[in-house]
């Protein structure tokens, strides 16, 4: 499966948005220069994130985009979704066309176990998860849910 390069970007700025205080707004070329991302196209990615209700927009003068709830009550699905469609997780990932729950392709059957197990940890990380990993301008070369994050190691004078 591979999403379009909107869901990176609509990740990244949620992500930057997530670490923005609460009530407060960001214009979308803040955001975009922010994430180092393109801006008419972040602002495109901005506008349908605020009609599916993950973003607030704040018009007048101090016109800008806000997350709408809290980062740890955005599941990185609901960004997917709101993004690709409503439909993201149901295409078939082995054929472009033909294969559906009604026409099922000879590997349906496998894809529908994976699906569960994808769209049941897509559920469980968060936008809090993905801040976390530091995923506003570059992709981090591992992610790992803040939740799985390994604790810090005191610095200095260990024995």
């Keep these: 499966m591979r999403f ?77 979704e709101a993004v690709e469609g409503s439909d993201a997780f149901r295409r078939c990932v082995f054929w472009d066309a033909g294969c559906s729950d009604e026409r099922p392709c000879v590997l349906h059957a496998a894809w529908a176990h994976v699906r569960a197990a994808l769209l049941a940890n897509l559920e469980r990380m968060t936008l809090e998860d993905v801040r976390a990993a530091g995923w506003v301008r570059e992709p981090p070369q591992r992610w790992m849910p803040a939740s799985d994050s390994p604790t810090p190691q005191a610095k200095g004078g260990g024995s």
């Design 4 to 80: 379009t390069r909107e869901a990176e970007y609509a990740l990244r700025a949620l992500s930057y948005l997530s670490s923005v205080p609460a009530g407060e707004v960001r214009a979308a070329s803040q955001v975009a220069q922010a994430c180092g991302l393109p801006g008419p196209f972040l602002s495109k990615t901005l506008r349908k994130l605020a009609r599916s209700g993950l973003l607030r927009s704040a018009r007048g003068r101090s016109r800008g985009y806000g997350l709408a709830r809290n980062p740890r009550e955005i599941c990185v699905r609901e960004v997917l």
